[in-house]
């Protein structure tokens, strides 16, 4: 059995691509380090992905990575240690190092885009409505997609009208921006995040701000505009 935190070991951080364009389709990367696991499937690793790992609510991405003569399946992406580690099945050839070319399950990553950017965008709904904070204890993109949320459970008035909150404000259209700040100046802009009291402690923090709500710190992908 593979360990993964061994065989990330020494490798440098991961590129994440999709942190500067989540709209990227393909990519071309150099494999760093491939490991076999069992019968026709293996643990890649490249310096640079579009493969978001499931993390934070979001689950895998899925898609292919194509070498010059494989072509790999990949099932989910997992990040350890600041390194994300590719594992899928080999549909053609035999897995070698070198270039290669990956592609994400378009379908799947835009369905996840949209459900990510609107539990988001209910968060500050639901604040509107019931003009309280609201606290996120936890969420999941997949099936059935939710968000859960601490307190006092809303009225069925108070949720709807955060439903139809949120509905005017896509029917309007808002950009969604994305970028990295300290724990400090986290704090400054976005004390009263949904999230902000289950959040760990790193270097540094990507925050997600759709306009005219309040800043997130995420890690996610989002939409251009709601």
């Known amino acids: 059995m593979v360990e993964l935190s061994e065989l ?35 643990y890649i690793v490249l310096d640079r992905t579009i493969f978001h790992p ?79 904070q609201v606290e996120t204890t936890d969420s999941w993109l997949g099936d059935p997609c939710y968000v859960g949320y601490r307190g006092k459970k809303p009225s069925v008035e108070e949720l709807g009208g955060a439903e139809d909150l949120e ?10 921006k994305s970028g990295t700040i300290s724990y400090e100046e986290l704090l400054q802009i976005a004390p009263e995040a949904p999230n902000i009291y289950r959040l760990p402690k790193l270097d540094f923090f990507r925050i997600v701000a759709i306009e005219g709500c309040e800043p997130i710190p995420c890690g996610g992908t989002h939409l251009r505009d709601i």
């Open 8 to 42: 990330v070991e020494g490798l440098e951080k991961t590129c994440l691509l999709y942190w500067s364009d989540p709209y990227l389709r393909t990519f071309q990367a150099k494999i760093i380090r491939l490991e076999p696991d069992k019968k026709d499937y293996v």
């Open 54 to 132: 499931k993390s934070g609510g979001q689950p895998s991405d899925r898609g292919l990575i194509t070498g010059s003569d494989f072509k790999v399946e990949v099932n989910k992406a997992m990040l350890v240690n600041n390194v994300i580690v590719h594992w899928g099945k080999i549909l053609e050839g035999g897995a070698e190092g070198g270039d290669v070319e990956g592609e994400v399950d378009w379908d799947w990553r835009y369905l996840l885009m949209r459900r990510h950017t609107a539990g988001h965008l209910y968060d500050h709904c639901l604040r509107r409505v019931t003009g309280k």
């Open 167 to 176: 509905n005017e404000m896509i029917g309007r259209g808002a950009i969604v």
